[in-house]
């Protein structure tokens, strides 16, 4: 079964899937077509990898996983690491605020952006945090609108868009922290959001995002209130049914 930002591509446009419900990363070629099989299958018990849910591939095209179950935790893999290979890196424990980690993104500097659902945050955590550390900033709190954060993403100049579960988008400036107000809010009845769950802003600074009632929506950079999407991807001719991420372009 794949979940949140299951997916993710890296710099050879190579495409890497959480396939939950084995526990396994699959990567597959770029022009992987029909039935193929994947060119590698990162899997078993030195992986630690469990109930695994959103995935990216940073700059240096190493693979992070963000997994709830038997422990809250992100992972980061090699670059084309296959087999039951270890994680070069945990991040894990009491200091780091995880409590139901979903989408991860990076922003200009390789920090990495955390969506956690239970915790209702967005935590940020530094270029070569390891271990039990706590997060560099933590957006949190009733001035952030934030509800069941499941997607975030990383746009022009390092903003913070997300997607709320609980039926909205909100940015926020480069750098927020703490228990601050969103500079926008997508909600209401016009934009046709009822539970967002992945986001996208491209180099424009318009917005994606792909929603639990099967459809894709896309805002116009500026975007903001109670507005409806510039153009949806919707109904029976899409074959979309339960539509995650992307959590980048």
Known sequence: MLRDDAIATDAQQRIYVVNDSDATVLRFAADANGNVAPTATISGSKTKLADSFGIQIDVDGDIWVSTWKPTVQILEFAPNANGNVQPIRTIAGSKT??????????????????????????????VGAKGNVAPVAVISGSNTKLGAPFGVAIGPANTIAVANALGSLTGYAAGANGNVAPTWDIAGSSTGLTAPNGVAVDTAGNIFATDASGAIYKFASGANGNVAPIATIKGSNTTLEVPYGPAQL
């Open 97 to 126: 605020n995880l409590v139901e980690p979903c989408s991860m993104a990076f922003d200009s500097a390789d920090n990495l952006y955390v969506a956690d659902e239970q915790a209702s945050a967005i935590l940020e955590f530094a």
